[in-house]
């Protein structure tokens, strides 16, 4: 039997073998904010990763997918404050040069150095203060929540995470963080993360793994319909554990898809809760629809609604929003089959409305989280998408971030 | 030559031989507010109809397409105030009882009337209240206004056109009127939209034309992504004018299309400016499109994308939002070919940045329409979307609209 715990304050360093840390490099207009973040393996390690589909891809993004295929990789050096995206061929020099100078600091080859920045696009890198601040970024096996304060924009929390899971050959640790509060939508969920393990797998399972984990979970996030051409999820697995490799098609690997499952979910359902102006998280949960394809497209587009994330702002019931917007979701709809819960309150039955205490109903939305769910009763298949609120705050946020 | 000319103060009941009038039923929160009306055509018509492509459709809906296709319009009965969608077969009757009341009083069958609801979703309609104000509504020739008046919801004001369109052969006019401030996108864009002309058309080519036209118009119109059960547009042609009935690929033919694309493409503008909460009106031209898809595509998702809104909301050139929104259009898109102009200043230009003055690019968004064109640089296709910018409103407008 193999058992998950969650590692009580866990973070990206907390599997053995990572070494994180972080430094101001002065990228960010709050004096000494962190904005320069590295992540380390001290040994060779399989590396997956998902990355934007959006077709403006930033120069990080490109000089790092590459990276990924050759299959070498062993660090991360990111930063915030500038997104190194719509800046041509110099971006793709600056984001070479970045990588380069990390690589020299841990003496691994360039081509070892995976690359990311977040922030503003369509403003040159400003390489130099990188490579000012880079010799004074210091590398600590408890460097984890450093590393994620660094990554961060418009967040309010670090978002991070850790698992222990315990098999009968021996345990290890599979930890993340994230970062991404606006420009969040599937595919991928405007972000950054990075999610590392000491367990050992071949590189090729590992993507085919992450792949679908992330089709499951970030791709099932949505704050504000963007996408951004920065969003680069990395996952790292360099056997410190020393248990065996983990084979497909095998029960080690089912726990590791769980754990793995766990990471990603716990940081999804934070992106979502910490999305711009959020005051409450949505999760919508489907079942009942003919196909995945169509319960994940309900999902996400009830959760992107903007009249269902207003009322939600507004504690309105207005349950209508909810199964209009599963009508325009592409997916198959019929009123007369579906059934809908809110806060487990059911609502809508069948071409029925069920009457309600709105009162009663307002209160039980005044609430952190939101539960939505939808039964479209056509199928067997379920899914979950998460999302949050739409307040006047990400107005706020997003008609001030400057340029 | 043909020419079209506005018409002052042109309405829905400018073309002859249509009438309108409107009353209040109290189905509005506001006492005394305009809240049923009924446009009406003197002499047979040819009429067509675009709907909704929502899988969850209003009674109203279900009720007139099935008698659009039937091909005897001649009168049509509009409520605000309840849109009569989720209300399951109860829903159907009310929406069949509402036409059948207003055919009683033009001594009309049944069929010949469509029937269109706007407001609030999962509520039956106050079907008693309807049957008590409809003998008191009073058609008129200048009825169009109070027409236009009675069919608001969160519209701050009514939209109304009308052409004059000298021929050859004589002269017609051709009218309309529209309402929809939220729950507006492609397709279609949330509203109710009503075209009237004494021209005379064979349904189907009216049929043909009005599909078109409405893709290049309604469809391309975008407030909040989200569309609604109720969208409906109706085209009503009398031959009122005493003219030779068009044909189709004839110069009037050509001549037609233009004026019904002046009066839909005046109609969406004013839907867009007039979107819940708006302060601006965004129109985006996308030129240089591999297809006419791709171009759609493109105005669609730059005129919908939350943090191009916020940033218009905000004056702030934040021209890196446009073209990550481009990016994940599903439109061919290459930043090494794109050129961006913002209000006719160029910003990008095939992967290089154009610097530029900050604060007086920021005094030239401080207007009531912003022009964002995008050069794809790939084909010879354009097309336009219009949308309107993101404020702290839309938010107030829609967390405090009660269910």
């Known amino acids: 039997m193999s058992a998950l715990e969650p590692v009580l304050g866990g973070h990206v360093t907390t599997p053995r073998g990572f070494l994180a840390g972080a430094v101001s490099a002065g990228l960010k207009s709050v004096p000494g904010a962190l904005d320069l973040g590295l992540l380390y393996s001290e040994r060779d390690c399989a590396a997956a990763g998902v990355f934007t589909r959006n077709q403006v891809r930033s120069a990080p993004v490109q000089v790092t997918e590459a990276r990924v295929r050759a299959g070498k990789l062993r660090a991360v050096v990111v930063n915030s404050g500038c997104a190194n995206a719509l800046t041509g061929a110099a971006g793709i020099r600056d984001a070479e040069t970045m990588a380069a100078l990390a690589a020299?600091?841990?003496?691994?080859?360039?081509?070892?150095?995976?690359?990311?920045?977040?922030?503003?696009?369509?403003?040159?890198?400003?390489?130099?203060?990188?490579?000012?601040?880079?010799?004074?970024?210091?590398?600590?096996?408890?460097?984890?929540?450093?590393?994620?304060?660094?990554?961060?924009?418009?967040?309010?929390?670090?978002?991070?995470?850790?698992?222990?899971?315990?098999?009968?050959?021996g345990s290890y640790a599979i930890g993340g963080c994230a970062k991404g509060s606006g420009m969040i939508h599937p595919d991928m969920a405007t972000m950054l993360a990075y999610v590392t393990t000491d367990a050992a797998l071949a590189p090729?399972?590992?993507?085919?793994?992450?792949?679908?984990?992330?089709?499951?979970?970030?791709?099932?996030?949505?704050?504000?319909?963007?996408?951004?051409?920065?969003?680069?999820?990395?996952?790292?697995?360099?056997?410190?554990?020393?248990?065996?490799?983990?084979?497909?098609?095998?029960?080690?690997?089912?726990?590791?898809?769980?754990?793995?499952?766990?990471?990603?979910?716990?940081?999804a359902r934070e992106l979502a809760r910490d999305g711009e102006g959020a005051s409450r998280l949505i999760e919508v949960e489907v079942s009942g629809a003919a196909s995945l394809d169509d319960a994940r497209r309900v999902a996400r587009t009830v959760a992107s609604s903007a009249l269902v994330k207003t009322a939600i702002a507004g504690c309105d019931p207005n349950w209508g929003r909810i199964l209009v917007a599963a009508g325009r979701s592409g997916a198959v709809v019929d009123q007369e089959r579906a059934r809908l819960l809110l806060q487990g309150q059911l609502l809508f039955d069948r071409g029925n409305v069920v009457p309600f205490d709105e009162a009663k109903m307002r209160s039980r939305m005044d609430a952190p989280e939101i539960a939505i769910r939808l039964d479209l009763g056509l199928g067997v298949v379920s899914a979950k998408g998460w999302g949050c609120d739409l307040t006047t705050d990400y107005v706020h946020i997003n008609a001030d971030y400057t340029t």
């Open 204 to 267: 090729d399972l590992l993507q085919a793994i992450m792949r679908e984990t992330a089709d499951a979970t970030f791709n099932m996030l949505t704050v504000d319909g963007d996408t951004s051409c920065s969003d680069t999820l990395l996952v790292f697995a360099n056997g410190a554990a020393g248990l065996p490799i983990i084979e497909a098609v095998s029960a080690e690997e089912a726990t590791f898809r769980a754990a793995l499952m766990a990471v990603c979910t716990h940081l």
């Open 104 to 169: 020299a600091k841990l003496g691994l080859a360039p081509a070892e150095v995976a690359v990311a920045s977040t922030g503003v696009t369509g403003v040159a890198l400003p390489i130099e203060k990188i490579r000012d601040a880079l010799p004074a970024l210091a590398l600590a096996a408890d460097g984890g929540p450093s590393f994620a304060r660094a990554i961060m924009t418009t967040d309010t929390v670090p978002k991070e995470v850790a698992y222990s899971v315990q098999t009968p050959a």
